[in-house]
């Protein structure tokens, strides 16, 4: 079965098995193969499926698919085959293909503190992996999308309370005097 090992610019490594036909591919939470980098777009492209080769076909990203330094709409893959999606590295690894060192770690839960370099992830539609339930790629590991939770900073929230207030008192009193000078 073709595999995908993708690394992202700050050495992440994904490794996705394909089985399926046509899977999509990009950052957003609706892709086939979720690809957690700010380079690749929401909705980046498709892979297509043909035996052991793959063929990429770009949705017009904006950072765009490239095979051999050049940026292409389509190409097709071949196992061992090396492309850039977005700023993304990926090589298609097939079944006479060695692959790159393999991921050992990669069916084991990040626990909090923990770091790691690498991590495969991706929804059970397009790939096989176990230990991982529902969740596509662990959210600590995604970059430049999503909702960015903020804690409230109560003091911040009392002064900004404290200045409306005094803008209203302020207000107020300039319409009162308007209104005595009369």
């Keep these: 079965m073709p595999k995908l090992q993708l690394t992202t610019p700050d050495g992440t490594k994904l490794e996705f098995e394909l089985t399926v036909d046509r899977a999509t591919v990009g950052r957003a939470e609706g892709n086939d193969i979720v690809v957690p980098d700010s380079s690749v777009s929401s909705h980046h492209g498709e892979i297509l499926l043909m035996g052991n080769d793959i063929e990429l076909v770009d949705l017009g990203s904006t950072n765009g698919t490239h095979v051999g330094g050049e940026r292409l709409d389509r190409a097709t893959i ?24 393999a991921v050992e770690e990669s069916s084991k839960i ?9 991590w495969t992830c991706a929804p059970a539609a397009a790939v096989v992996i176990t230990g991982f339930g ?47 000078g009369s």
């Design 134 to 180: 529902a969740t596509p790629c662990p959210v600590r590991l995604r970059k430049g999308f999503g909702p960015k939770v903020k804690k409230k900073d109560k003091v911040a929230s009392l002064f900004i309370m404290i200045g409306l207030i005094s803008l209203l008192v302020c207000a107020g009193a300039m319409f009162l005097i308007s209104v005595m």
């Design 78 to 101: 071949k196992p061992g085959g090396k492309f850039k999606i977005g700023s993304v590295e990926g090589i298609l690894v097939g079944g006479d293909v060695t692959p790159e060192p």
């Design 110 to 118: 990040l626990e909090e503190g923990e770091s790691q370099s690498s």
